[in-house]
């Protein structure tokens, strides 16, 4: 298969995730679409939430894509009327980052019976957390010494964690198949990051 067919059959199969998702499929189209320009994609991952707060379920898809150069990350997400709209709307984003921007990619995996884990057996869930330095967390703590009856002020001490993009898919909500894609979207961006470094 030529470069030009797999490219188109990867879009395809961007553009029908996004529709199977059934959330507001034109205008998250769109946006990715914009976003990816003309560059050939390798991978991709759609991912609907669902959420309650109060009396009101909200909606959120998050697409991320990754081509050659960039990994792109949508979020849209619905609103109800307020004070700023009468009606109900839409609020969706798109970001670029440049793959060498990548700092960290971290894949956990939740696993029943792990005694008896075999090779190749789908995780029950699949947390994704990727970091490029755009929002960190920081936990600060008062910093103290070794002896109990110091009164000095020693500071603070605390860890700076990256903390840009952090998604979870399960196999019992999202269903087999998008915890595969999961998978295979966090090895293609691990594989990414790693021809960057060489």
């Known amino acids: 298969m030529d470069v030009m067919?797999?490219?188109?059959?990867t879009t395809q199969g961007l553009r029908a995730a996004i529709e199977r998702s059934g959330y507001y499929p034109a205008l998250v189209a769109e946006a990715v679409e914009?976003?990816?320009?003309?560059?050939?994609?390798?991978?991709?991952?759609?991912?609907?939430?669902?959420?309650?707060?109060?009396?009101?379920?909200?909606?959120?898809?998050?697409v991320l894509v990754l081509t050659g150069n960039r990994f792109i990350v949508s979020h849209t997400d619905e609103q109800n009327a307020?004070?700023?709209?009468?009606?109900?709307?839409?609020?969706?984003?798109?970001?670029?980052?440049k793959i060498g921007r990548i700092s960290s990619v971290v894949v956990s995996r939740v696993v029943a019976n792990p005694e008896s884990y075999q090779p190749g057996t789908l995780p029950r869930e699949v947390v994704l957390t990727i970091g490029w330095g755009a929002v960190s967390r920081i936990d600060l703590e008062p910093a103290a010494c070794g002896d109990p009856n110091c009164e000095a002020d020693h500071g603070y001490t605390g860890n700076s964690t990256a903390d840009d993009l952090s998604l979870r898919v399960s196999e019992a909500g999202d269903g087999p198949d998008t915890v595969r894609q999961a998978l295979a979207f966090a090895q293609a961006i691990s594989e990414a990051t790693a021809d960057v470094t060489r």
């Open 82 to 97: 307020d004070t700023t709209s009468p009606t109900p709307y839409a609020t969706t984003s798109t970001e670029s980052v």
């Open 5 to 9: 067919a797999k490219t188109s059959l």
């Open 34 to 62: 914009a976003a990816v320009g003309g560059e050939p994609i390798r991978s991709f991952l759609v991912h609907q939430e669902t959420t309650f707060d109060q009396n009101e379920v909200r909606r959120h898809v998050t």
